[in-house]
């Protein structure tokens, strides 16, 4: 890289044991100048240093050269950067905080879990709509698979976010339950359930919100909490 010739004299106010103040190229020296050299320590080469009046002065192209740095013109400034400047800098940048996630154990349990309430819900509206009877001991198997899944979520989850999920999963769980013996009193009461049962059925309602929330949570990984699973 080729630099534009400096022809001023640039301060070392960091480089320098005296203080050294930055003047005009064409200020008048009042003593002879004498020429010294300008060394870093850790760093090869050298670069010569003229003292006027008592003040020492470094040409800053031998500078950047002895310090293995850049030189970038702007403007009216004159930007000299050192090796490691942006890597010290970025080191020092505080980390941004890592939101903490379900883990995959539980995610992937979470999901079966889900899959086994909805295939319980999917066999109750079925068997609504085609009026077959809806016994206990015909949803009782149901139940059961769905328990066994929510259980083993439950034992899957490590972490803070799986443990607040599980909680809204078991609540599912729960809202389940509740249709589906809501469904099997109305068969043993009048052994008949209208079709339109589902329809305008806040609580089946409850139950799709909450499935949709936490199958989302599922693929993002991230917990949040939803007013439908409580």
């Known amino acids: 890289m080729h630099y534009r010739r400096i022809h001023s004299l640039a301060t070392l106010a960091v480089l320098l044991a005296p203080p050294i103040a930055a003047q005009a190229q064409n200020q008048t020296a009042q003593t002879p100048p004498q020429s010294q050299t300008l060394t870093i320590a850790g760093q090869s080469g050298e670069a010569p240093v003229v003292q006027v009046n008592g003040k020492s002065y470094v040409d800053i192209e031998s500078l950047a050269r002895i310090t293995h740095g850049s030189l970038k013109f702007q403007g009216s400034q ?10 010290a800098s970025a080191q020092s940048a505080p980390q941004p905080l890592r939101t903490p996630q379900l883990s995959q154990a539980f995610s992937s349990a979470e999901i079966e879990a889900l899959t086994q309430i909805r295939e319980w819900r999917a066999a109750l509206v079925n068997a609504i709509e085609n009026n077959y009877p809806v016994t206990d001991s015909w949803v009782a198997r149901l139940r059961r698979s769905a328990e066994a899944k929510v259980q083993l979520a439950i034992a899957a989850a490590t972490t803070d976010p799986d ?5 809204l999963l078991q609540t599912e769980l729960t809202n389940m339950q509740q249709s589906s013996d809501q469904f099997v009193a109305m068969h043993t009461k ?5 079709p339109d049962s589902f329809e305008h059925n806040s609580l089946d309602d409850k139950i799709l919100a909450c499935s949709r929330a936490l199958a989302a949570m ?13």
């Open 190 to 194: 009048a052994n008949y359930i209208p």
């Open 218 to 230: 599922a693929a993002t990984k991230q917990y949040a909490d939803e007013i439908s699973c409580h």
């Open 163 to 167: 443990r607040q999920t599980a909680q």
């Open 78 to 87: 004159i930007v000299l950067a050192l090796p490691g400047a942006s890597s």
